[in-house]
T-cell receptor
Framework: DADVTQTPRNRITKTGKRIMLECSQTKGHDRMYWYRQDPGLGLRLIYYSFDVKDINKGEISDGYSVSRQAQAKFSLSLESAIPNQTALYFCATSDRGTYYNEQFFGPGTRLTVL | LAKTTQPISMDSYEGQEVNITCSHN???????ITWYQQFPSQGPRFIIQ???TKVTNEVASLFIPADRKSSTLSLPRVSLSDTAVYYCLVVPSGGYQKVTFGIGTKLQVIP
């Protein structure tokens, strides 16, 4: 089983709809992240969380919100989706206090907003 | 945070060694140089990380000169399956919260 899972894997929605993307991890990591990737571009950080009670905005948080329901679960919401939020969304996790500071990514959610 | 610069694309024939160089002129003392690989429609995957000199694992080698202002990822004897985008990152010891994944280097391996 994958260590970092994302649901749904693909979603098509309409402008103005509320959408939730979910991420779960079995790695036992404290830190979780949400990124978006647009064609031909790198990944941009939306939100990150260092533990259940610690949530922080990233580079491009406008139009998004998150919820850290448990150490293993981190959800991303688009309150009112718009077409320029069409992108590939990745969840990632990392541990703290390790020498090799590695992020583990989920398989991604492809979101299309019409 | 240190900005990185790497070539946008590279081509290589199968079986050759590929070297991708990244510059990070304003790297800080507590920063680690880290490389990721990304295949289309998949999340990035960690390849290697180093602080100075040379690091080698089963996938790649990372060469870092003494001034740490650049680094070179070396992929030995590439195959078609190594076709991917490679990201060079400078990661502070405190974590990824302010790290930027740029557009990376798109490596195309040719038969």
């Amino acid at each position: 089983d994958a260590d970092v899972t994302q649901t749904p894997r693909n979603r098509i929605t309409k402008t103005g709809k509320r959408i939730m993307l979910e991420c779960s991890q079995t790695k036992g990591h404290d830190r979780m992240y949400w990124y978006r990737q647009d064609p031909g571009l790198g990944l941009r950080l939306i939100y990150y969380s260092f533990d259940v009670k610690d949530i922080n905005k990233g580079e491009i948080s406008d139009g998004y919100s998150v919820s850290r329901q448990a150490q293993a679960k981190f959800s991303l919401s688009l309150e009112s989706a718009i077409p320029n939020q069409t992108a590939l969304y990745f969840c990632a996790t990392s541990d703290r206090g390790t020498y090799y500071n590695e992020q583990f990514f989920g398989p991604g959610t492809r979101l299309t907003v019409l | 945070l240190a900005k990185t610069t790497q070539p946008i694309s590279m081509d290589s024939y199968e079986g050759q060694e590929v070297n991708i160089t990244c510059s990070h002129n304003n790297i800080a003392t507590n920063d680690y140089i880290t490389w990721y690989q990304q295949f289309p429609s998949q999340g990035p995957r960690f390849i290697i990380q180093g602080y100075k000199t040379k690091v080698t694992n089963e996938v790649a080698s990372l060469f870092i000169p003494a001034d740490r202002k650049s680094s070179t990822l070396s992929l030995p004897r590439v195959s078609l399956s190594d076709t991917a985008v490679y990201y060079c990152l400078v990661v502070p010891s405190g974590g990824y919260q302010k790290v930027t994944f740029g557009i990376g280097t798109k490596l195309q391996v040719i038969p």
